[in-house]
Every structure is written in C-alpha cells, then in structure tokens.
C-alpha cells in the first residue's frame, strides 16, 4: 500500500500571502489529521477530518483552515501568511477513525518558508 | 491536562552501546494510547509501536525493546546494540479516547549514534 503522500514537499511564500497544502491518506483511511513541527513549540495538533468533517480541532487562529473530499484526501490552508507560519506540517491518517484508539501514519510534511 | 514529557533533549552513544529514551506522561483519562514514533532527517514521522493502557506487558522487537509502567506513568524505550542508522530524533506520543485523534507529543529526544 502506497503511504500517506503531501504536495508540495517546499514551499516558499511572503508574508500575507496565502497557500494551499495537499494530503492524500494511505488508501481506505478516512481520518486525517494535520500537525505543525517547529523548533519552538514542538509538534502541535491543527485539525483532524474524518468523513468530509471537521472532528477535532487544535488551538490555531482561524488563518488556518481545512477541508476534506470524499476521497479522503484532505487540504489545509492558512490565510495572511505571517513569518511565525514557516514550520514543516505534517499529515497523518487512519483506518476507521475510532477516536484516540488509532495509529497514525504520517507524511514527509511540506516545509514552508515564509519570507 | 495531558502532557507528555521526554527529559532528554539529545543523547549522543557509540555505536554498540545500549541507550534508553524516557517518556513520561500524564492524562486523567482511563482509556489511552502510547506511541513512539523516529523522525529521521527526511522529517516523516515512522511509527515504531503503540501500546494501550489496558496492556502494561513490555515488548520487544528485535533490538527495540519498551517498557510501559502505569504506576510511574512512563512509557521507556530501549535500543539495544545501537547503530549508525538509528541516529534520528525520536517522539513520544499520547492519545485519549476523550479527545480522539489529537496527538500530544513530547518535545523529542534526539538521538547521534557515533561510529
């Protein structure tokens, strides 16, 4: 079975701009769940999907945003760039989505710079 | 609150030698799960083992061994006869079926196999 896959892997945008981040879960996954890596703040929780849904949601401001298809694969977005934003976000998925009782399998993560 | 602590920032072993990662956390729910998870410098997250907290039996997997106490609230793992391949940065993880598929995840533990 193919892994989790995300497009881009780099991205490089400016301050204000808004961009678009692509996941595609492992095939028969329906939950999705998106992560920011930093070196501050470590790794923290932004949104989960399952079923077209948003189940679960982090402590992010409202810039970030999400959706997911009836395919499962799933896009996030953030609005108004800020350079705080540059991270590596990671995408993650599972089978039935049976809440906190599921392994995750994560993506390479895209790695966006804000300048 | 839930929060998952890994003392150690980085650790540094000769090729050989054994090494064990602490992992200690915290939750009120009764119902949980424990994960360890090796981010190589590639930055995807690899899923080593999950352990529920209805299971306190240690596991071992070839040269990866962990050891899950509930009455100290730790979750340690042990690499044994360490190798170059293992330098990564490994994470511990938590989650609870209250909060469903919201992963808190510690702070990370990076680990440099010298030869």
């Known amino acids: 079975k193919a892994g989790v896959t995300q497009t881009p892997r780099y991205l490089i945008k400016t301050r204000g701009q808004q961009v678009t981040l692509s996941c595609s879960p492992i095939?028969?996954?329906?939950?999705v769940s998106w992560y920011q890596q930093t070196p501050g703040q470590g790794l923290q929780f932004l949104f989960e999907?399952?079923?077209?849904?948003?189940?679960n949601k982090g402590n992010f401001p409202g810039r970030f945003s999400g959706r997911q298809f009836s395919n499962s694969r799933s896009e996030m977005n953030v609005s108004t760039l800020e350079l705080g934003d540059s991270a590596l976000y990671l995408c993650?998925?599972?089978?039935?989505?049976?809440?906190?009782?599921?392994?995750?399998?994560f993506g390479p993560g895209t790695r966006l710079l804000v300048l | 609150a839930q929060k998952v602590t890994q003392a150690q920032t980085e650790i540094s072993v000769v090729e050989k030698e054994d090494v064990t990662l602490d992992c200690v956390y915290e939750?009120?729910?009764?119902?949980?799960?424990l994960f360890w998870y090796k981010q190589p410098p590639s930055g995807e997250l690899v899923f080593l083992i999950r352990?529920?907290?209805?299971?306190?039996q240690n596991e071992i997997s070839g040269r990866y061994s962990w050891n899950f106490q509930k009455s100290t609230s730790s979750f340690n793992f042990t690499i044994t006869a360490s190798q170059v391949v293992d330098s990564a940065v490994y994470f511990c993880?938590?989650?609870?079926?209250?909060?469903?598929?919201?992963?808190?995840f510690g702070t990370g533990t990076s680990l440099t196999v010298i030869p």
């Open positions: 352990r529920n907290s209805f299971d306190e």
């Open positions: 999907y399952f079923s077209e849904t948003q189940r």
């Open positions: 993880a938590l989650s609870e079926a209250v909060t469903g598929n919201q992963f808190y």
């Open positions: 939750t009120r729910d009764t119902t949980y799960y």
């Open positions: 993650a998925s599972s089978s039935e989505g049976r809440q906190g009782l599921e392994t995750q399998y």
């Open positions: 095939s028969g996954h329906r939950s």
